[in-house]
């Protein structure tokens, strides 16, 4: 849970943050990039990270994963440009990559599919404390002291982590050679990472029709191309094709894709609307952000109960039905900004995220066994952050299309309007796709049970 926190309050923290960013360092039009570097490079460390916990244990990748984050926190801490700040990001994101994963890979190999239940409501408690803190922080240390101590609040978090996990979590693990797929990494990463390129600066840096957005584009297909060609010949794969062979993980990786584009497009622009049309401080923009998830919890918690009544198909289904409320209310409401019904908007779309992303994942989770609970959790977070990233990057592209037609641009609060309701229009595009994949999913599952073969954990 102490882990989990990690990542949490850092998904939240920076949001209410950017206004005053941007002020002291500059690079507005760049500031997505804060988002997306991250979440690219939690994306694509992420398949590794799983493999490498399915051959060496949990333990010491999420160890790796927390100390890369401290690093990356004290350096952006420490920051003097935009570039910079990307740069160091990009750091903490490929930290980010081991602790989520992990830490729900180490809930899975603990507990049964019915105590997951209960434990996933747990983890997702800390989400929703984060939702308060982050935001609450993230306003006080920008309006307050510095936005440099929403980087600096994650090391003593950190450690305290590192000291928990070393002194309280023991596995054994069979240890055998393994093959490393590096190539089938280095694919994925240039392919993602030139798509997202392209989409971030298309129609700004770029013209959409320019030399570099096509080529950009045409090279990272290519490449995702050449990654599944590598990944079909690969002794062991770092993102095996059976994962999206089964309908299950298929579609519940589809879910998480599409739960991943909500999520950040609504913590990435609630803040700066709010702030922007309503002259809110940035600490009160935090607090109605921090309404997304807390109605996650509250319905997570029940989604245990409910799921073992009526499967996880229906519940997913009920949860995401939700999700599609809550942008779609923001989207008919933004024109008449308000801190109270952005809020409740947001306490809609937690409560349906909370009905769908745990049960989701538990699905995937209990299909398989433990030696395979690695990468299937790994490629369920995976999907997540691929789509946030790359909903980041739409949005991005979306809003600032937008804000170019205006003159004053971010600082012209009906700009800013127009370009945050033409992206909550976007999101409720990505939760209605959500909702056909939802539907997708297979209407029973089936649990894979080997004691003998899962190592020893405590």
Same mark, same amino acid.
């Given at each position: 849970?102490?882990?989990?926190?990690?990542?949490?309050?850092?998904?939240?923290?920076?949001?209410?943050?950017?206004?005053?960013?941007?002020?002291?360092?500059?690079?507005?039009?760049?500031?997505?990039?804060?988002?997306?570097?991250?979440?690219?490079?939690?994306?694509?460390?992420?398949?590794?990270?799983?493999?490498?916990?399915?051959?060496?244990?949990? &333990?010491?990748?999420?160890?790796?994963?927390?100390?890369?984050?401290?690093?990356? =926190?004290?350096?952006?801490?420490?920051?003097?440009?935009?570039?910079?700040?990307?740069?160091?990001?990009?750091?903490?994101?490929?930290?980010?990559?081991?602790?989520?994963?992990?830490?729900?890979?180490?809930?899975?190999?603990?507990?049964?599919?019915?105590?997951?239940?209960?434990?996933?409501?747990?983890?997702?408690?800390?989400?929703?404390?984060?939702?308060?803190?982050?935001?609450?922080?993230?306003?006080?240390?920008?309006? +307050?002291?510095?936005?440099?101590?929403?980087?600096?609040?994650?090391?003593?978090?950190?450690?305290?982590?590192?000291?928990?996990?070393?002194?309280?979590?023991?596995?054994?693990?069979?240890?055998?050679?393994? &093959?490393?797929?590096?190539?089938?990494?280095?694919?994925?990463?240039?392919?993602?990472?030139?798509?997202?390129?392209?989409?971030?600066?298309?129609?700004?840096?770029?013209?959409?029709? =320019?030399?570099?957005?096509?080529?950009?584009?045409?090279?990272?297909?290519?490449?995702?191309?050449? +990654?599944?060609?590598?990944?079909?010949?690969?002794?062991?794969?770092?993102?095996?094709?059976?994962?999206l062979s089964r309908r299950l993980l298929l579609t519940t990786s589809l879910v998480s894709f599409g739960t991943g584009a909500i999520l950040i497009g609504l913590t990435s622009y609630v803040p700066t609307y709010?702030?922007?049309?309503?002259?809110?401080?940035?600490l009160v923009a935090g607090l109605a952000l921090a309404a997304l998830t807390i109605g996650w919890p509250i319905s997570a918690s029940q989604a245990g109960r409910l799921y073992l009544r009526i499967g996880f198909?229906?519940?997913?289904?009920?949860?995401? =039905?939700?999700?599609?409320?809550?942008?779609?209310?923001?989207?008919?409401?933004?024109?008449?900004?308000?801190?109270?019904?952005?809020?409740?908007?947001?306490?809609?779309?937690?409560?349906?995220?909370?009905?769908?992303?745990?049960? =989701?994942?538990?699905?995937?989770?209990?299909?398989?066994?433990?030696?395979?609970?690695?990468?299937?959790?790994?490629?369920?977070?995976?999907?997540?952050?691929?789509?946030?990233?790359?909903?980041?990057?739409?949005?991005?592209?979306?809003?600032?299309?937008?804000?170019?037609?205006?003159?004053?641009?971010?600082?012209?609060?009906?700009?800013?309007?127009?370009?945050?309701?033409?992206?909550?229009?976007?999101?409720?595009?990505?939760?209605?796709?959500?909702?056909?994949?939802?539907?997708?999913?297979?209407?029973?599952?089936?649990?894979?049970?080997?004691?003998?073969?899962?190592?020893?954990?405590?």
């Amino acid at each position: 849970m102490v882990t989990t926190g990690l990542v949490a309050i850092d998904s939240t923290i920076l949001a209410t943050a950017v206004p005053s960013i941007v002020n002291d360092i500059g690079g507005f039009a760049s500031f997505p990039w804060l988002f997306s570097i991250y979440l690219l490079a939690q994306a694509v460390s992420v398949p590794l990270y799983a493999k490498f916990s399915d051959m060496v244990g949990r &333990k010491p990748i999420i160890l790796i994963g927390i100390s890369l984050f401290l690093l990356g =926190s004290v350096l952006c801490g420490f920051a003097w440009s935009m570039p910079a700040l990307i740069a160091f990001r990009a750091l903490q994101g490929l930290g980010a990559g081991a602790v989520q994963p992990m830490s729900i890979t180490i809930a899975g190999d603990i507990y049964t599919v019915a105590e997951r239940a209960k434990t996933q409501a747990y983890l997702a408690s800390v989400w929703a404390v984060s939702s308060v803190v982050g935001p609450t922080l993230g306003g006080v240390f920008s309006q +307050f002291l510095s936005w440099r101590w929403i980087f600096f609040v994650n090391v003593p978090l950190c450690i305290v982590a590192i000291v928990l996990l070393v002194r309280v979590f023991h596995e054994k693990i069979e240890r055998s050679k393994h &093959k490393v797929d590096y190539l089938g990494a280095a694919t994925l990463t240039a392919a993602l990472s030139l798509l997202i390129l392209a989409v971030l600066e298309g129609g700004n840096a770029w013209a959409w029709n =320019s030399v570099q957005s096509i080529g950009a584009f045409a090279v990272g297909a290519a490449l995702l191309v050449a +990654f599944v060609l590598v990944e079909r010949r690969a002794a062991e794969p770092v993102l095996p094709l059976w994962v999206l062979s089964r309908r299950l993980l298929l579609t519940t990786s589809l879910v998480s894709f599409g739960t991943g584009a909500i999520l950040i497009g609504l913590t990435s622009y609630v803040p700066t609307y709010l702030e922007k049309t309503t002259n809110a401080a940035p600490l009160v923009a935090g607090l109605a952000l921090a309404a997304l998830t807390i109605g996650w919890p509250i319905s997570a918690s029940q989604a245990g109960r409910l799921y073992l009544r009526i499967g996880f198909r229906s519940t997913v289904l009920i949860g995401m =039905s939700l999700a599609v409320i809550g942008p779609v209310a923001l989207t008919l409401t933004s024109g008449f900004p308000s801190v109270f019904l952005a809020a409740a908007c947001c306490v809609v779309t937690g409560l349906g995220m909370g009905l769908a992303v745990t049960p =989701s994942l538990i699905a995937a989770q209990s299909s398989v066994l433990w030696n395979e609970r690695g990468v299937v959790t790994g490629t369920n977070l995976f999907a997540r952050s691929v789509g946030s990233a790359i909903g980041v990057a739409i949005f991005g592209a979306i809003a600032n299309g937008v804000l170019s037609g205006f003159s004053g641009g971010e600082n012209n609060p009906h700009a800013v309007q127009t370009a945050s309701t033409a992206v909550f229009v976007a999101v409720a595009v990505a939760a209605i796709a959500t909702v056909a994949a939802a539907f997708a999913m297979p209407r029973t599952t089936t649990e894979a049970v080997a004691p003998s073969a899962e190592p020893a954990v405590s």
